[in-house]
């Protein structure tokens, strides 16, 4: 995840998309610092989905679910 918010504060970016299995609150947290939106993939349940809007993540990929 360092590697990631260092890329991120090295370039003017329009947002970041992170695999669900490089995600971590602590990178969240220092790319929403950042002012950088977050993006993560792939996630198919709901009540996953929900929980990483609450904590911040600005939008998902997925291959069932539909926008509330």
Not at 8 to 26: F, Q, Y
Not at 37 to 42: D, F
Not at 55 to 67: A, E, F, I, Q, S
């Amino acid at each position: 995840n360092d590697q990631i918010v260092r890329f991120a504060s090295d370039h003017d970016l329009m947002a970041v998309t992170v695999p669900k299995g490089r995600l971590t609150l602590e990178g969240l947290s220092s790319l929403s610092r950042m002012k950088t939106p977050l993006w993560t993939h792939t996630f198919n349940d709901p009540v996953v989905a929900g929980w990483l809007s609450e904590v911040g993540v600005d939008g998902l990929y997925t291959d069932t679910l539909l926008p509330p």
